[in-house]
């Protein structure tokens, strides 16, 4: 994200509009519980009326995350 290196800007390209969200988008997500301070980035799978399907990335290729549909989606920590 900004800041966290040396003037390196963020390498992703975040969609922080719900009414935009399409299938392939990246997103910031959140995660509740133990998790809340920390940022995630995963990728939508699906995007329904009140809720999108997120995939946390390559390195766990059949995790699929249901979260809310915001500018940052919340996952619940029971679905990791």
């Known amino acids: 994200m900004l800041g966290m290196g040396e003037g390196e800007d963020c390498p ?25 301070d920390f940022p995630f980035v995963g990728t939508l ?9 997120i995939s946390p990335g390559e390195n ?3 995790a699929r995350y249901r979260g809310t549909r915001e500018s940052r989606p919340m996952v619940d920590e029971s679905e990791l």
């Not at 390209?13 to 299938?23: C, H, M, R």
């Not at 799978?45 to 399907?53: K, M, P, Q, R, T």
């Open 45 to 53: 799978l699906e995007v329904n009326e009140d809720f999108v399907i």
């Open 60 to 62: 766990e290729p059949d």
């Open 12 to 36: 992703f390209q975040f969609n922080f509009d719900p009414a935009t969200f399409k299938v392939g988008d990246t997103v910031s997500y959140r995660v509740t519980g133990s998790l809340a």
